[in-house]
């Protein structure tokens, strides 16, 4: 059962589930906190695990216009005072959840204990992917998301065949088919202008978890390695058999890496 909570602007849906030290689970673009079952589903045997669904994504309210990414993770700070959350937590974000990660670290940086980085990017867009993004946001809100669930759904796993992946894109294809097209185009222009965050990275100085799935095309191995070498206490993991959604596509390999990074925190 879901817990509502009031933000400013917004009320957020969000999965809370365990006990213990708190693992903030912050999902990619435009799925919803569904991405996190399998890592929710094991780390809450020992942890307190908050899956919310971001302003404008799942059961979440919709703010039209833009949603930019510092907004996002200043919605997650209110969220965990109203989970009266005031512990440090662990900040686990994949792909736009790691670009909120980034503003995370840079304006909360005291309510962190360590950060979990999967399958994300430091650099910001080019001019001609920021300007794809925000035609994509208008054309989205003028005919519906099937559009962005086309665009991405093929670059979600690895190019496996399996069945166990063919069920997981059907399922992926209705949480995306499900959302508002207004919370999608904001988050995508949010996005657009998301700012670099190779120039902080060397200043992020709590422990960190890089992961990244072998065949990740949208945030490859190479680039998450460099990101890993400019943080000054990160540990690198490749997931074996998995492209961007590796948390969904290896559920198993992604969560013993999860438990092994915890137990060094
Ligand atoms: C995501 O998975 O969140 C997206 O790939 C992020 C992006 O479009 O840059």
């Known amino acids: 059962m879901l817990k509502r909570i009031e933000i400013p602007g917004a009320t957020l849906s969000v999965n809370d589930v365990g006990q213990g030290s708190p693992i903030l689970f912050v999902h990619g673009f435009p799925l919803d906190h569904t991405m996190w079952r399998e890592q929710v589903a094991d780390l809450s045997r020992d942890h307190r695990c908050i899956a919310p669904d971001l302003r404008g994504f799942g059961q979440s ?20 005072d109203g989970l009266a959350i005031t512990e440090p937590i662990v900040l ?26 999967c399958d994300t990017r430091a ?3 080019s001019a001609e992917a920021a300007a794809n993004r925000l035609k994509l946001a208008d054309d989205i809100v003028r005919s519906g998301p099937e559009l962005v669930a086309n665009a991405m759904l093929p670059k979600f796993f690895s190019e496996r065949e399996s069945n166990r992946r063919s069920i997981l894109k059907e399922e992926l294809r209705r949480v995306i088919l499900a959302t508002d ?15 670099d965050a190779r120039p902080w990275l060397a200043t992020i100085d709590c422990p960190a978890l890089v992961l990244v799935g072998e065949q990740d095309i949208i945030s490859p191995p190479a680039e998450m390695s460099e990101i890993a070498a400019a943080l000054p206490h990160a540990a690198f993991r490749g997931i074996p ?25």
């Open 61 to 80: 309210t919709v703010t039209e216009g833009k949603v930019s990414m510092e907004q996002f993770a200043d919605d997650l700070v209110a969220l965990l």
């Open 181 to 195: 097209p207004r919370g999608i185009a904001a988050a995508s222009r949010g996005m657009a202008e998301r700012a």
């Open 92 to 117: 686990c974000g994949l792909s736009m959840g790691g670009y909120i990660a980034w503003q995370f670290v840079r304006r909360h940086a005291p309510r962190l204990k360590a950060i979990i980085l």
């Open 123 to 125: 650099v910001p867009d």
């Open 241 to 265: 058999d998995s492209g961007h959604l590796a948390p969904l596509e290896n559920p198993p390999s992604v969560n013993e890496a999860i438990r092994s990074f915890l137990t060094t925190t």
